[in-house]
């Protein structure tokens, strides 16, 4: 059930929840935290309500949707609420803003919070700089980003990683979870030897690959290289560990089927699709604590950047 509020205010919206939870419609004493979308008002709305409904049904939440239309326009709030079958195992409520409130966001969104609940926000497309800096971000104790839908990418994370703060993280790195698990398992493999250079190859632009020669940089404390792919490759393509014996090799080139080979162990296939927006925003819903490997890998990659300075002296 969509209902439409037009020209509202949050003090009419907050009426109209209690009267729907009132007439045994949406509860919140079920929801686990509140999840705060930061976006334009434009075609990546939708499908961000659609990722969010979905990681919903794992973590019941208030999703608020925070989307910004014109700023030339008269003040006003547009609202919509979700509830039922167009919510997921939540409730949405989708705030247009308008005017001068287009630019003050939290104001509108603290007034429907659920109480003691942990917040939670995030950025599906353009994101700030700073995320903890951001009126929205300073909200909450979780603040995701997507640096993958950024038009460029790298930058964008590269300057995050510079005004990192405790709380913050990337969907380009939640991406990596498959990668860093079948990396880490083949090393507890025999032969037990240590790695003593790694090679990543990807996309010049994807931030999933930055991180991924920024973790291994950062876990392994060896010179990592980072390769760019071939001319139609996307996104990581393979990650070569050399050990004395020979090396281990992780292999995809078709974003579908990886190939991992190393000495003394069969060649194997494993499954490396890339995952869908709402698969990794559930995953980074698991957890509210921040995120201290990430915080690492984001440290790596000014250890790539002083090993390309060494290599351009």
Not at 3 to 13: A, Y
Not at 124 to 150: C, F, K, V, W, Y
Not at 259 to 287: K, Y
């Amino acid at each position: 059930m969509i209902i439409d509020l037009p020209s509202t205010t949050t003090s009419q919206l907050n009426a109209k929840l209690v009267d729907l939870r009132m007439r045994g419609g949406a509860v919140a004493l079920g929801r686990v935290l509140t999840l705060v979308i930061a976006t334009d008002d434009s075609v990546e709305l939708e499908d961000a309500i659609e990722a969010a409904n979905d990681a919903s049904r794992m973590h019941p939440a208030r999703i608020i949707v925070a989307a910004r239309g014109s700023r030339s326009a008269a003040p006003r709030i547009d609202a919509q609420i979700r509830v039922g079958g167009d919510a997921g195992a939540g409730e949405v409520i989708v705030l247009r803003l308008y005017g001068a409130l287009a630019r003050q966001a939290d104001s509108a969104v603290v007034p429907l919070l659920l109480p003691d609940a942990p917040i939670v926000t995030w950025w599906p497309g353009h994101g700030p700089r700073n995320p903890a800096a951001d009126p929205l971000g300073a909200l909450a104790q979780r603040r995701i980003t997507d640096s993958a839908a950024e038009k460029q990418p790298v930058r964008a994370l590269r300057a995050r990683a510079e005004h990192y703060a405790e709380g913050d993280t990337d969907l380009a790195w939640t991406r990596l979870t498959l990668w860093r698990a079948q990396l880490v398992a083949a090393l507890d493999l025999p032969p037990y030897e240590p790695v003593t250079s790694a090679t990543v190859t990807g996309q010049a632009d994807s931030p999933s690959t930055e991180l991924l020669a920024g973790w291994l940089a950062d876990y392994l404390r060896v010179p990592v290289d980072r390769v760019k792919a071939a001319e139609g490759e996307q996104g990581i393509v393979g990650v070569r560990l050399e050990r004395d014996s020979g090396p281990i090799e992780l292999y995809r080139p078709d974003g579908r089927i990886g190939t991992l080979t190393q000495p003394g162990q069969p060649t194997r296939r494993i499954a490396l699709q890339r995952r869908s927006v709402s698969d990794v925003l559930t995953e980074e819903l698991h957890r509210l604590d921040p995120d201290e490997i990430y915080a690492r890998a984001l440290a790596g990659l000014r250890l790539l950047k002083a090993r390309r300075k060494a290599g351009a002296a």
